[in-house]
């Protein structure tokens, strides 16, 4: 292997490990009835079976507080909330004063960052009023600032009954963020009868617009529902690349830095890494970097390298003084960007497997994936 991929590679992992390391931690409150489906909700929009393996302790009388080791989220549980009047005000209190003890430390690590209220639609004829008094007080507490409330209506099934039930709860016109239904997993009826999951992808959503921007990489690295939400904010992280790239560009980038070598494109290439959660091998990125730069550019790095991935972008002119301009250091970046998106995408979908990367079959796949992105940012620059 030429030396000079080897060691973009190993600067790429370096960079993966260090920013999955520093991922902000997620806390979530979840809070509902015994039965509702909390744990098959956590485990069916989370990765890594967190529910099932995590490890809860009691936190307080009734509160316990969910975590695994190098994971990047927190669940505080209150299971049992059919309990007394005067229990479910005792809740209240110990989560209000989790809330208030998290926002005190000033950390985004200890602060609770949504609350989900948990409601069966099997379980429940209606939007019962003790419930509505419950989350009314709750929700006007001063502690509570502005900690998004989403009421998650599980097990929604019949849709009907569930519309019904969001339309009772939104009619209350309580300071929740949103009413989202959620069938969790397929449910069977008797064999003759399927009911197909819904509602994750727009629960991720609703928690992408409600949380704030130093949480948006966590959310997208822990849920696994989404392709959508993922690739958007990959897309984001191109953005901000390519704009640093023109920035780069100004002061014409250098032939030799041209590549993966400028550090604004390993860290995008590690930041959509990191949103999409997979586990990524150096072998994979091997073969995407060399897969990219070509068979004649991985053993003569400088004008090789810049003068074949010109040849490949319709219009984008040539090398003016052994430099590229920030036009085309942007285009690059935006091909490498989209085109390492589109691999991640194929990977998540199972399309693209670890074994095929050993192979050519795997590395002309990602070669092409990269020159069909040149080609076509190119028709769009004419």
């Known amino acids: 292997m030429d030396k000079r991929i080897e060691q973009t590679v190993q600067q790429c992992i370096n960079e993966i490990n260090n920013r999955i390391k520093n991922l902000n931690r997620l806390n979530i409150m979840v809070i509902g009835k015994s039965g509702v489906g909390k744990s098959t909700l956590i485990n069916s929009l989370f990765r890594g079976n967190f529910a099932a393996t995590g490890l809860g302790r009691p936190v307080t009388k009734d509160i316990r507080k969910i975590e695994k080791a190098d994971f990047p989220l927190t669940v505080y549980d209150t299971p049992g909330f059919e309990l007394s009047n005067a229990q479910q005000k005792e809740v ?23 609350i989900w209220y948990c409601i069966n639609v099997n379980g429940n004829r209606t939007f019962d009023e003790s419930e509505i008094s419950w989350l009314r007080d709750f929700t006007q507490s001063p502690v509570m600032g502005n900690i ?79 392709l959508e939400a993922k690739k958007k904010r990959a897309h984001a992280v191109v953005a901000a690349a390519v704009t640093a790239a023109f920035g780069e560009g100004a002061a014409p980038v250098p032939f030799m830095d041209a590549f993966m ?45 810049v003068g074949n ?74």
């Open 148 to 226: 998004p409330v989403m009421v998650i209506l599980t097990q929604a099934c019949p849709k009907s009954k569930a519309r019904e039930m969001q339309a009772l709860v939104e009619k209350e016109n309580l300071d929740i963020a949103k009413v989202v239904p959620v069938l969790a997993q397929d449910m069977d009826f008797d064999g003759e009868y399927t009911a197909k999951a819904y509602g994750l992808e727009t629960l991720v959503s609703v928690m992408s617009e409600a949380l704030a921007p130093e949480l948006q990489d966590t959310l997208q690295n822990l849920q696994k529902v989404s």
């Open 261 to 305: 070598l400028v550090p604004t494109q390993i860290s995008m290439i590690a930041s959509i890494t990191v949103i999409f959660g997979l586990d990524i091998s150096k072998s994979l990125l091997t073969s995407f970097v060399s897969s990219v730069v070509g068979t004649a550019g991985a053993t003569i790095f400088g004008r090789s390298i």
């Open 92 to 114: 209240k209190s110990e989560i209000l004063d989790i809330i208030e003890k998290g926002f005190r430390t000033r950390d985004i690590n200890d602060a609770v960052h949504c």
């Open 309 to 382: 991935i010109l040849k490949a972008i319709p219009g984008a002119g040539t090398v003016v003084g052994g430099a590229v301009s920030g036009a085309t250091a942007g285009l690059i970046t935006t091909a490498l960007g989209e085109s390492y998106i589109k691999i991640m995408e194929l990977f998540y979908l199972g399309e693209l497997k670890k074994e095929d990367i050993y192979g050519n079959k795997g590395k002309r796949l990602m070669s092409d994936i990269f020159k069909d992105s040149l080609k076509n940012l190119g028709r769009k620059k004419d």
